[in-house]
């Protein structure tokens, strides 16, 4: 009897102990299983739709020009003698810029004052002298013969004035195109001579631009010029000045189309008041044709595309399909959207995606639809600007 007791005591243990690691396999294997799920999830960063104004905006490349810019030539001929600016110097309305040598110009001036007091003497004195013989002809004291040959001398006398007048008028202003002058406010762009050099008729002196305001010229295709019109506000950035948004708006639009490139020249006036633009500068300009207020935003890294030639299309027309990825409990789920104006680096979503959604916008290339995620931070909510 006490051996079969001790023979059910030693089955009993052996039946716990086999219990006991049936068990632990079993929670090492529901261990093992959780962990490879674990490792399955990819990490990504998700963030909620912005709450912004979307915004269409034409894009064009342009160059900046002058409202305003003279080359300056001179008229006479001989050596310049002064020079009053340098390039760049700021010059006002009929500020002498260059003299040249009127030495010459100074001696017809007084040549031909002379002459017109000279002719003007004569003048007075057959002037004298035909009253005189005016008041004898009525008196019968002079004959019509007489009388005839003082008026025609004085008439001759009157044009001789005039022509002496003319001759020093003009004299008088090829002296003065010896000072060579600004045509209006503005700066010095070119100069072209130095003290000492020749110059003649035809021959450049210098350019004077003015800065305040400048011209950006830009094309815009004809399919777009319906969506421009005068006043409308722009934008325009350079390369000299990263970063920097400088504003104007449009002024002209011209009213033909190049028959060759069916685009049209648009001009955008830009006040320039800190003088930073420069003629001759390449341009970006943007437009801005419509806004749609309170639209949600996403960036445009976490929308995907997938292309795709339309069935039973032989001409090749390739059908685009674009998509987010939305992070639903522990998972990925594909949305397809319909997407919107682009601004900046963020894209409208017109339908897809609703403002609460958190979007995958980090790690949307790893992940399928369906596939396990994990957050990598946390989560962002949208904001509103």
């Not at 529901?30 to 909620?48: I, N, R």
């Not at 810019?69 to 050596?79: D, F, K, L, P």
């Not at 030495?103 to 000279?118: E, I, P």
């Not at 000299?240 to 948004?245: E, I, L, T």
């Amino acid at each position: 009897m006490g051996r079969t007791l001790a023979r059910i005591g030693v089955a009993v243990s052996a039946l716990a102990v086999m219990s006991l690691v049936s068990s632990c396999d079993s929670a090492s294997s529901t261990s093992t299983e959780a962990e490879a799920e674990a490792t399955k999830a990819v990490p990504v960063a998700v963030h909620q739709p912005y709450i912004e104004d979307a915004v269409r905006v034409l894009t064009a490349n342009g160059s900046i020009v002058a409202d305003r810019q003279v080359t300056i030539y001179s008229s006479v001929a001989g050596r310049v003698v002064e020079r009053n600016v340098d390039l760049a110097s700021s010059v006002r309305d009929s500020q002498i810029i260059i003299t040249v040598d009127h030495s010459a110009l100074d001696l017809t001036v007084a040549q031909t004052r002379a002459a017109l007091a000279a002719a003007e003497q004569q003048a007075a004195n057959l002037a004298t002298e035909l009253a005189r013989v005016q008041r004898l002809y009525n008196e019968g004291g002079s004959s019509q013969q007489q009388y005839d040959a003082i008026r025609t001398q004085k008439t001759s006398a009157d044009e001789g004035v005039k022509q002496a007048r003319a001759a020093f008028q003009q004299a008088v202003v090829r002296r003065n195109e010896a000072d060579i002058r600004a045509p209006f406010d503005g700066v010095i762009g070119r100069l072209f001579v130095e003290v000492g050099d020749m110059v003649g008729p035809g021959v450049p002196i210098a350019v004077v631009v003015d800065l305040t305001p400048l011209i950006g010229k830009v094309q815009i295709p004809e399919r777009d010029l319906g969506l421009i019109y005068s006043k409308q506000p722009a934008t325009l950035t350079v390369a000299a000045y990263p970063g920097a948004v400088f504003r104007g708006a449009v002024r002209r639009i011209s009213p033909i189309i190049d028959p060759v490139t069916r685009m049209a020249e648009v001009e955008v006036l830009l006040p320039n008041e800190d003088r930073r633009l420069k003629p001759g500068m390449f341009a970006r300009v943007n437009i801005e044709v419509d806004r749609r207020p309170h639209a949600l935003m996403l960036p445009s890294d976490a929308v995907l595309q997938e292309s795709r030639l339309r069935a039973g299309d032989v001409s090749g027309n390739v059908e685009r399909t674009y998509y987010v990825f939305v992070k639903q409990g522990n998972k990925a789920v594909r949305r397809a959207v319909d997407l919107g104006y682009t601004t900046g680096d963020r894209v409208e979503i017109r339908s897809g995606v609703s403002a609460g959604d958190s979007v995958v916008v980090q790690g949307q290339h790893l992940v399928q639809d369906g596939q396990l995620v994990v957050l990598s931070s946390a989560p962002t909510a949208g904001g509103v600007r």
